[in-house]
């Protein structure tokens, strides 16, 4: 068994894990975002992250915090997967453009060494005229101290699309999770506490490495529990997910 799965809130897993215990934290929590002010960020889910409705989508937890609250609770979390992280082990987790100067702030609070961010472009975002497109979201990522300099190279930018038929509101393509989970050795173990529909589990367990994650919502429990077993069991990958890696001094 490659993937260890808990259906409850966050903060009171963390606290049952044992120290030192996984080589990473990459996960996609509640972003608390989706407009400008605190009667944006309280507006239901759907109406916030969803362009055209697919009829399938099902609200989820913790995401209408003011901006004090969510920066706060950021760094509750991330402290204490510092606790669980090994020495030299990473953190990476996701956040669009209004939360990014919170997000940098709180896992720099919660005791990491904030390593820069990796831009996550989609070729299919929604122009606005008079306007840059808002066509990325961003990855986030520290070390708990110094890291080695060694394994793998991994790209500094990711072009991709959002998955089509999707099982969450806010689903990461899986061929990027794929990419991000090689920050982690082969055999590691990586943790994530907001697993939604489970892809960064899927991802983890496809490039063999080891999985732990939390989900509070029933329903995207359910979800990532079918599709982390199926992935156990090892069928097909997910089809569907188109993505770009550039390297050094490449534009998009």
């Known amino acids: ?12 897993f963390l606290a049952t894990l044992p120290n030192v215990s996984v080589d990473a934290v990459i996960t996609d929590p509640p972003y608390s975002s989706g407009g400008f002010t605190r009667g944006d960020r309280m507006g239901d889910i759907v109406s916030k992250y969803v362009r055209i409705e697919q009829g399938n989508e099902v609200d989820f937890a913790g ?7 969510y920066g706060y609770w950021l760094t509750l979390w991330l402290s204490e997967c510092l606790r669980l992280t090994m020495p030299g082990g990473t953190c990476l987790l ?24 990796v831009p996550w472009h989609k070729p299919a975002s929604r122009p606005t005229s008079g306007r840059f497109t808002a066509s990325c979201e961003f990855v986030v990522w520290g070390s708990r101290g110094g890291m080695p300099v060694e394994g793998n190279v991994l790209p500094g930018f990711y072009q991709a699309s959002a998955p089509r038929d999707r099982e969450h509101i806010t689903q990461k393509p899986l061929d990027v999770m794929r990419k991000l989970v090689q920050i982690v050795p082969k055999g590691g173990t990586v943790l994530d506490p907001f697993m939604g529909s489970g892809t960064t589990g899927v991802a983890a367990v496809l490039e ?44 998009a």
Do not use: K
């Open 1 to 12: 068994m490659n993937a260890h799965l808990h259906h409850g809130e966050a903060l009171a």
């Open 63 to 69: 995401d209408n915090r003011d901006q004090r609250a």
């Open 94 to 117: 996701f956040t669009d453009w209004r939360q990014l100067p919170m997000t940098t702030d709180a896992l720099q609070a919660g005791g990491w060494i904030w390593r820069g961010i």
């Open 208 to 251: 063999g490495r080891q999985f732990v994650g939390s989900e509070m919502t029933d329903h995207y429990f359910e979800v990532a529990r079918r599709r982390i077993s199926t992935s156990e069991q090892g069928y097909r990958d997910e089809v569907g997910d188109q993505m770009v890696l550039r390297g050094e001094g490449e534009c």
